[in-house]
């Protein structure tokens, strides 16, 4: 590990060098701008970047609904001079950038998370007519094609790797977007992720032609702004017209409109070898790099795959990637470190048939706490071990299950002052809520608090967390946030390492809303998006429970009704008891290696 160090921060410093007397990208590369024509006659925008330096290059692609700019002859992007796309011009790839269906230059209809077999185009024909295009047409190239995208583009290097095409060998979906219902930028488990939804949705609207677009400002804050703007209803009017948007009004739960724009469904005999990226405190879509990675081992198990997770925001590894917020993560959680031990040598072995994939075993994450990269040949990995902690009375955490026979704790859930999510409210959503300290929120009656002992000796979590919460409600419906935290010594920092979301309506199902009996116990469970942590000596696990995380997510009326169709007087308070007792035991199971 030490050489792989010493070698990892000699390289980095060889390629800062070598960026700083870098050739700029025009005296190394042509540009030609392309519209090519898919099977329908649409034709789509395409900008083909090839090496004047004589020989065959494989193709990389890069498909996006977020624009190819700029455009025109003789230019090119920023980070073609200095940023992620630099590798791939120092290494000679041929670099395709291509605006998809219906954005910016290309023609045709655009539609959120097309799904694969949606009549008779999609966007895995689309990848494959380009494809077969490109090989045919673009002098020079070796006839291996690889499709990469980070975020949405991630959804759309998948449907690369579900094209088919013989060229296509090697694909890396990064953050992709993958259930936008039960996770990632829109939902949560059902509930509406209120501050990402609203905002990603308004940018990526294009009304009809002569339709103005409203600006949306979330002025004097984002907490100000939704608590005036109470209702999905509210905000249907402010979004409006808004395509998608009042097409998810008619589909509440998770029905087989939902299912068909889940992209795992699709993952089956996918042939070019898979390098999934993703990061443990990626904000928008932290749920599809751990769920796309487990559904290709499941579907297609001769596939080549990869999982690389690190402690990153959301696309932080295409950047600097060490620090957010107060973290420092260290040198080989850079961007730089990442592209040179995982993604490069991923391409470079199945497009340029270079030795180098052996150095990337099937499963790498990055464990903050102690700052270390993991290697396994599975996730989660074979050696971990369940680890149930019981939410007890007196607000302890431990292994023993409750042996009272009357034990709870309870709280008011009010809509009119739900928990916040940040300490202080600004205009947008920081990346930085998911390392925040929790602190903040002492005091509040609406947040139970349970905690461990000190911990004796370290202890590193992997995989999902997984609530049970036996619980009873005043109301016919409400939410359950649970929160896993690592507790400094000595009154210090309370950092969050996972928060997640589940709406009570769901708990058997989420295809099958249930109202609550008032009074009533019932099991609550929610599984959240996987972690790698360790929790250092000395310091404690604390979970909190609470049923709102305002304006990061929706709020909940705390009645069983059609959340598009309630108005403001439908908010009621909710009285939530929480059970800890020996018949019903409230807990939360993690993975320790």
């Given at each position: ?7 990892s ?7 800062a ?41 494989p ?11 700029p ?11 200095k940023g ?29 998370i ?13 990848s494959y007519?380009?494809?077969?295009w ?9 006839g291996?094609?690889?499709f990469a ?6 959804f ?34 059902g509930i509406l992720?209120l ?6 949705l308004?940018s990526?609207?294009?009304?009809p032609e002569?339709?103005?677009?409203r600006e949306?400002?979330?002025s ?14 509210d ?14 009004a ?12 889940d ?5 089956y ?14 904000a ?26 690190g402690?990153?925001?959301h ?7 060490r ?6 993560f ?28 052996d150095r ?10 102690d ?8 996730w ?12 007890a009375?007196?607000?302890r ?18 809509p ?12 947008r959503?920081p990346?930085?809520?998911?390392v ?7 005091g509040?009656?609406?947040v139970?608090?349970f ?7 370290d ?11 036996e ?5 016919s ?10 507790c ?9 390492v996972?928060g997640d ?11 099958r ?15 959240t ?8 000596a ?5 979970v909190?429970v ?9 709020r ?7 959340l ?8 009621v308070?909710?009285?939530?008891t929480l059970?800890?007792q ?5 807990s ?5 290696l």
């Amino acid at each position: 590990m030490r050489l792989r160090r010493f070698l990892s921060l000699l390289w980095g410093a060889l390629l800062a060098a070598a960026t700083v007397c870098a050739q700029p990208v025009s005296s190394l590369y042509d540009k030609a701008e392309y519209r090519i024509a898919m099977r329908d006659s649409v034709h789509l925008h395409t900008s083909v970047y090839t090496p004047k330096a004589p020989g065959r290059a494989p193709i990389i692609i890069f498909r996006t609904p977020y624009g190819t700019g700029p455009y025109g002859a003789g230019k090119f992007p920023a980070a073609f001079d200095k940023g992620y796309l630099r590798s791939y011009v120092d290494r000679g790839y041929i670099i395709v950038r291509q605006d998809v269906r219906g954005r910016n230059r290309s023609e045709g209809e655009f539609m959120h998370i097309r799904p694969v077999g949606f009549g008779d185009v999609d966007e895995a024909t689309d990848s494959y007519d380009t494809v077969d295009w490109l090989v045919k047409h673009i002098p020079g190239n070796n006839g291996r094609v690889g499709f990469a995208g980070c975020s949405y583009p991630g959804f759309y290097a998948l449907m690369g790797a579900l094209s088919g095409h013989p060229a296509v060998k090697a694909v890396s979906p990064q953050a992709p977007v993958t259930d936008w219902y039960m996770g990632d930028d829109v939902h949560h488990n059902g509930i509406l992720m209120l501050s990402d939804a609203v905002r990603f949705l308004h940018s990526m609207n294009t009304p009809p032609e002569g339709t103005p677009r409203r600006e949306l400002t979330f002025s004097p804050d984002e907490r100000t702004f939704f608590l005036e703007h109470p209702t999905r209803a509210d905000l249907t009017k402010l979004l409006a017209p808004n395509a998608f948007w009042e097409e998810m009004a008619g589909h509440p739960d998770y029905d087989e409109w939902w299912r068909a724009r889940d992209t795992r469904r699709a993952c089956y005999n996918i042939r070019p070898a898979m390098l999934v990226v993703g990061g443990t405190y990626d904000a928008e879509d932290c749920y599809g790099a751990w769920n796309l990675y487990r559904a290709v081992v499941r579907q297609s198990s001769p596939t080549p795959a990869h999982l690389v997770v690190g402690p990153w925001a959301h696309g932080a590894w295409c950047g600097d990637g060490r620090k957010l917020g107060g973290c420092d993560f260290g040198e080989e959680a850079s961007g730089s470190y990442y592209m040179e031990n995982f993604e490069a040598p991923f391409f470079d072995c199945y497009l340029w048939a270079r030795d180098t994939v052996d150095r990337l075993p099937p499963v790498s994450v990055f464990s903050s706490g102690d700052n270390r990269w993991h290697t396994f040949d599975r996730w989660t990995p074979a050696g971990a071990r369940r680890m149930t902690l019981y939410l007890a009375d007196g607000g302890r955490l431990t292994e023993e299950r409750p042996t009272a026979k009357n034990s709870s704790t309870g709280y008011l859930s009010d809509p009119a002052d739900p928990v916040p999510y940040v300490e202080t409210s600004g205009m947008r959503r920081p990346k930085e809520y998911m390392v925040a300290d929790q602190r903040f929120l002492a005091g509040r009656r609406d947040v139970l608090t349970f905690v461990t002992e000190p911990l004796t000796e370290d202890v590193t979590l992997v995989g999902p967390v997984e609530a049970a919460l036996e619980t009873a409600l005043s109301t016919s419906d409400a939410d359950f946030v649970v929160k896993l935290i690592d507790c400094f010594p000595d009154g210090g920092e309370q950092r969050l390492v996972r928060g997640d979301a589940v709406r009570g309506r769901y708990r058997d199902g989420f295809t099958r809303p249930k109202a609550f009996v008032p009074g009533k116990p019932e099991c609550v469970r929610l599984r959240t998006t996987d972690i790698a942590h360790t929790f250092r000596a000395g310091h404690r696990i604390m979970v909190q429970v609470q049923s709102s995380w305002f304006p990061l997510m929706e709020r909940n009326p705390q009645q069983f009704m059609d959340l598009w169709s309630c108005t403001a007087s439908d908010f009621v308070p909710c009285r939530v008891t929480l059970f800890h007792q020996r018949d019903r035991a409230s807990s939360v199971t993690v993975h320790k290696l």
